[in-house]
């Protein structure tokens, strides 16, 4: 029933690496944009990176911004979370979701990447980061 099946979250220690896989059904993902957001115990659930389906354009959350890099394989129809230098703030229970193409970015407008905007949450993966 499921649209996404997240996985690879496990316990890692600070400064490890994990990646991130979001196996999608059921839909193609060239016609959505996929994130991945993450919830904390206590925190509002929040965007961490995004990427189109319609020009490849990426977001990243500033948080993570130079340590996590979003990618696709449309032909495995999965969105991968290559997480880089984790820190205990990275602890979360990470999810995938989609929406539909907003358009090109390529005339300067910005992506955004907004629990608001995307529908179809996956189960979700829990990624702790602790030494």
């Known amino acids: 029933q499921l649209q996404f099946a997240e996985s690879g979250g496990d316990l890692v220690q600070p400064g490890g690496s994990l990646r991130l896989s979001c196996a999608a059904s059921?839909?193609?993902?060239?016609?959505?944009?996929i994130g991945w957001f993450r919830q904390a115990p206590g925190k509002e659930r929040e965007g961490v990176s995004c990427?189109?389906?319609?020009?490849?354009?990426?977001y990243y959350a500033d948080s993570v911004k130079g340590r996590f890099t979003i990618s696709r394989d449309n032909a495995k129809n999965t969105v991968y979370l290559q997480m880089n230098s984790l820190k205990p703030e990275d602890t979360a229970v990470y999810y995938c979701?989609?929406?539909?193409?907003?358009?090109?970015?390529?005339?300067?407008?910005?992506?955004?990447?907004?629990?608001?905007?995307?529908?179809?949450w996956g189960q979700g993966t829990q990624v702790t980061v602790s030494s």
């Open positions: 979701a989609r929406r539909p193409n907003t358009g090109s970015y390529y005339l300067g407008r910005k992506m955004t990447c907004l629990t608001s905007q995307y529908y179809s």
């Open positions: 059921g839909f193609t993902l060239d016609y959505y944009e």
């Open positions: 990427i189109s389906g319609s020009d490849g354009t990426t």
